[in-house]
């Protein structure tokens, strides 16, 4: 059974950085892109990065590129999301997502909780 | 950025009806769309992908049909654990954008 378990949520200030991670199992991670997916507070669903195999391309959206970092330890079976200059458009629950290709979100962590607020 | 529209934005339906949910592309993007199920506190669950190959596990009154840039999700003899929010996706290129969402209710 396919487990994604998100952790490092949290409140913080504007401006501020928070690193987010996500514990994998259930299936062979170092073989399937990864990909982190929020969702502010009563809104919809958003795509905030994915990362490759073997974590050398990652992708983001215009809204996040520059202050978001994607990145991957497959002999830990880990992903990360390091978010700097944090904003209040930011707080939302961040999922960790497993990707088929082209580029579903095929399983989803339970999600982790970011605000951001002074 | 290819835009999703979908519609409604919410439906209410009785036990056993048959609904149907749209998903406009703001271009063509050649059956690579995707549905997901979102019940209220949980996390999305892949529902649909290649706009009618149905996710391991989900039940045949679920199907997905369309091409170019109009798509729907017909869920036929509604069961009440099907009363939730559904969202339509962009795979085919970034960034990977979803639509705003329909949230069926029980009539």
């Known amino acids: 059974e396919v487990q994604l378990v998100e952790s490092g949520g949290g409140l913080v200030q504007p401006g501020r950085s928070l690193k987010l991670s996500c514990a994998a199992s259930?299936?062979?991670?170092?073989?399937?892109?990864m990909a982190w997916v929020r969702q502010a507070p009563k809104k919809g669903l958003e795509w905030v990065a994915t990362i490759n195999t073997s974590g050398s391309r990652t992708y983001y959206p215009d809204s996040v590129k520059g202050r978001f970092t994607i990145s991957r330890d497959n002999a830990k079976s880990s992903l990360y999301l390091q978010m700097s200059s944090l904003k209040s458009e930011d707080t939302a629950t961040y999922y960790c997502?497993?990707?088929?290709?082209?580029?579903?979100?095929?399983?989803w962590g339970q999600g982790t909780l970011v605000t951001v607020s002074s | 950025d290819i835009q999703m529209t979908q519609s409604p934005a919410s439906l209410s339906a009785s036990l056993g009806e048959t609904v149907t949910i749209e998903c406009l592309a703001s271009?063509?993007?050649?059956?690579?769309l995707a549905w997901y199920q979102q019940k209220p506190g949980k996390s999305p669950q892949l529902l649909i992908y290649d706009a009618s190959s149905l996710h391991t596990g989900v039940p045949s009154r679920f199907s997905g049909s369309g091409s170019g840039t109009q798509y729907s999700l017909k869920i036929n003899s509604l069961q009440p654990e099907d009363f939730a929010r559904y969202y339509c996706q962009n795979g085919l290129s970034a960034p990977y954008t979803f639509g705003a969402g329909t949230k069926l209710e029980l009539k």
């Open positions: 997502v497993n990707i088929w290709e082209p580029h579903w979100f095929a399983y």
């Open positions: 271009e063509d993007i050649y059956d690579i």
């Open positions: 259930g299936f062979t991670f170092s073989n399937y892109y």
